[in-house]
């Protein structure tokens, strides 16, 4: 399994970006695909998830309303829109997939087995 993502950069507050994460060499049918970001001295926090199942979508409470989450099966990608975004918001954003389609651990960074390696995003002014 290969996770490679892109789009991350410097922003000013308020700013906009949008995260890609091109996903190839495996044959699970359904999954999870989140976002997990790491800021500078802290731990792995759980994003955005998306069930590739029913299409459902999940937010935590620091991103909800800000970001968006998305995926284009055909294209085996997976998208991350943030808006509005904050100093706070610094970190290394990663693409991760967790085979189990149980919604139980889904904002749990540690079940997931397929990670990307990570691009950076640097919100300041």
């Known amino acids: 399994v290969q996770l490679v993502e892109s789009g991350g950069g410097l922003v000013q507050p308020g700013g906009s970006l949008r995260l890609s994460c091109a996903a190839s060499?495996?044959?699970?049918?359904?999954?999870?695909m989140s976002w997990i970001r790491q800021a500078p001295g802290k731990e792995l926090e759980w994003v955005s998830a998306?069930?590739?199942?029913?299409?459902?979508?999940d937010y935590a409470d620091s991103v909800k309303g800000r970001f968006t989450i998305s995926r284009d099966g055909a294209r085996n990608t997976l998208y991350l829109e943030m808006n509005n975004l904050r100093p706070e918001d610094t970190a290394l954003y990663y693409c991760?997939?967790?085979?189990?389609?149980?919604?139980?651990?889904?904002?749990?960074?540690?079940?997931?087995?397929?990670w990307g390696p990570g691009t950076q995003v640097t919100v300041s002014s």
């Open positions: 998306v069930n590739t199942a029913d299409g459902s979508t």
């Open positions: 991760a997939i967790r085979a189990s389609l149980n919604p139980s651990g889904v904002r749990s960074w540690y079940e997931y087995e397929y």
């Open positions: 060499g495996f044959t699970l049918s359904h999954y999870y």
